[in-house]
């Protein structure tokens, strides 16, 4: 199911450049806001928090696990 999502996504992003363009954008975006929180090894948790932020207000649900990684559903 994961492959067909992303095979779909793909085909429509690659007929659809101008939506192509604005998943960049929004990509970038993120990447950016995510770079900029200090996050040396052993201490990202800022950054997952940010991360949780993002899915959340996407409508995903996502939380940490005992070991502090992003779960997303």
Not at 1 to 16: D, F, G
Not at 52 to 73: H, L, P, R, S
């Amino acid at each position: 199911m994961k492959r067909q999502v992303i095979a779909y996504l793909h085909t429509k992003l690659y007929l659809n450049k101008s939506i192509a363009t604005e998943v960049k954008e929004y990509v970038i975006d993120y990447f950016i806001q995510l770079a900029e929180i200090p996050s040396p090894s052993l201490k990202e948790e800022n950054v997952a928090n940010k991360i949780i932020e993002i899915f959340t207000n996407a409508g995903i649900e996502a939380q940490k696990d005992n070991y502090g990684n992003v779960i997303a559903k």
